[in-house]
């Protein structure tokens, strides 16, 4: 059976993209059979493997309305990882499952034919707490939350945690916090602040991993379509995902 992982924060621009797309390359070049599934309707999974993601004839929200199967829109992009992509449709289907029945359960119905194909699945959540992602919790064994160095990134943790913990009262008991990882990491004063707060408050209920350093490198992965611990794996951001991805397997 996979282990399942959300990457969510209700914040956006905290990175969860890029560390999806990092993780998942890591995980796979260390011989992990990954999939990446893509919830935010944005569609930034694909482009950022370099696919158009408006040219996708089939994506999530065709799985959703029931009329293509979570395999048949999964494609693999490296030796060992593998893509369910989604675009702008995602969005436009999302005001219509809120009537369907047992509406949260999507993604996890979706996801279990194909949960022994591989042994993690990583879900990159939209920057919301709407029905994509209770999707992606109720499907989920844990949750992954990038912390993006800087206050209303902290705040937007806490907002998180307590939903996490309606999450697994009302829809999902066996939900866990994978651990906390502090992204867009700078050498400002105020960067380290924020993680040293952030610590002081959550580090003896939550596992903090290494913090991702800053770069231009990320973006300029993302331009490329290339994940940045392929575009420039000597960069401090690519060595920070490497690192990542070896202590989410200890």
């Known amino acids: 059976m996979a282990r399942v992982i959300a990457i969510a924060n209700q914040k956006g621009g905290v990175g969860k993209s890029t560390t999806t797309l990092a993780l998942g390359a890591e995980l796979a070049r260390l011989g992990h059979p990954t999939l990446l599934v893509d919830i935010d309707p944005q569609g930034h999974l694909a482009e950022g493997l370099g696919i158009s993601s408006l040219s996708l004839e089939h994506e ?3 799985v959703f309305e029931g009329s293509v199967s979570l395999s048949s829109i999964t494609r693999q992009v490296r030796p060992n990882l593998y893509l369910a992509p989604t675009n702008l449709k995602l969005a436009y289907l999302e005001p219509h499952l809120i009537t369907q029945i047992r509406r949260e359960d999507k993604l996890k119905d979706a996801l279990a034919p194909v ?3 591989y042994e993690i699945v990583l879900i990159d959540c939209p920057p ?10 109720s499907a989920a064994s844990e949750v992954l939350i990038p912390m993006a160095a800087e206050f209303f990134a902290l705040v937007g943790v806490s907002m998180l945690l307590d939903s996490l913990a309606k999450m697994r009262s009302q829809l999902n008991p066996t939900l866990s916090v994978a651990g906390i990882v502090p992204t867009r990491v700078t050498h400002t004063r105020h960067a380290l602040e924020v993680i ?3 610590k002081a408050q959550l580090q003896d209920r939550y596992r903090f991993f290494a913090p991702i350093p800053e770069g231009v490198a990320v973006k300029d992965a993302a331009a490329a379509g290339v994940p940045v611990t392929e575009y420039q794996p000597e960069s401090k951001p690519a060595q920070g995902y490497r690192q990542l991805a070896q202590e989410i397997c200890q």
Do not use: K, P, R, Y
């Open 115 to 117: 949960a022994e194909d």
């Open 60 to 62: 999530l929200s065709d």
């Open 196 to 198: 040293d707060q952030a």
């Open 128 to 137: 919301s707490m709407g029905i994509l992602t209770v999707n992606a919790f």
